[in-house]
């Protein structure tokens, strides 16, 4: 399995622009999760999908921030417009009915938003 | 949300065995205790998980006391490559509120 994948891989972007951020679950997971990573705040959750259903988005910073699941092997993320205070890095991660067990989440490689 | 508190830096020499000590004062009963590590430029990986006593795997063990509002991740003989950002997490097993990653340890094993 390719594990998850993220696109872009890198970002950068100006002040006012649209970003879209991607996201392809492992397949099979029913889970997947939203992560946002800064030095100053760490690792936060921003919104989690429940077979393609958003469970809780409480972690979404403001309304600029949009995440859709149409199916359960996309996922993107949209921030529009953007901001230079959005500038992180963004994970997507994924969990299987296998892993909730032990609520083993599976994270990709992230992608790392500049706005200029 | 039960959140934890770690140490936000520790420093080791290789070879050592290091222990990560996490305080979650406010750990509720169907709460698990998770640990994770986090690589630079990666995602995070999981490492391992507990609910109480002692749990063991080819990574690392994991201690908890019998009150629960504590857990020590134990890596024995760390190399460089356990240079690492590593993460505790308190919450019920599929739930939301086991998702708090915070800021972590960041362990810097020395040669």
């Known amino acids: 399995d390719a594990g998850v994948i993220q696109s872009p891989r890198h970002e950068v972007t100006e002040m006012g622009q649209e970003v879209t951020l991607r996201c392809k679950p492992i397949s099979g997971h029913n889970s997947l999760f939203w992560y946002r990573q800064t030095m100053m705040r760490g690792l936060e959750l921003l919104i989690y999908f429940n077979n393609n259903v958003p469970i809780d988005d409480s972690g979404m910073p403001e309304d600029r921030f949009s995440a859709k699941m149409p199916n359960a092997s996309f996922s993107t993320l949209k921030i529009q417009p953007s901001e230079p205070r959005d500038s992180a890095v963004y994970f997507c991660a994924s969990r299987g009915w296998k892993a909730a067990v032990n609520n083993e989440q599976f994270f990709g490689p992230g992608t790392r938003l500049t706005v200029l | 949300l039960a959140k934890t508190t770690q140490p936000i830096s520790m420093d080791s020499y290789e070879g050592q065995e290091v222990n990560i000590t996490c305080s979650h004062n406010?750990?509720?009963?169907?709460?698990?205790i998770t640990w994770y590590q986090q690589f630079p430029s990666q995602g995070p990986r999981f490492i391992i998980q507990g609910y109480k006593t002692k749990v063991t795997n080819e990574v690392a063990s994991l201690f908890i006391p019998a009150d629960r509002k504590s857990s020590t991740l134990s890596l024995p003989r760390v190399s460089l490559s356990d240079t690492a950002v590593y993460y505790c997490?308190?919450?019920?097993?599929?739930?939301?509120?086991?998702?708090?990653f915070g800021t972590g340890t960041r362990l810097t094993v020395i040669p």
């Open positions: 406010n750990i509720a009963t169907n709460d698990y």
């Open positions: 997490l308190v919450g019920d097993k599929a739930g939301a509120n086991n998702l708090f």
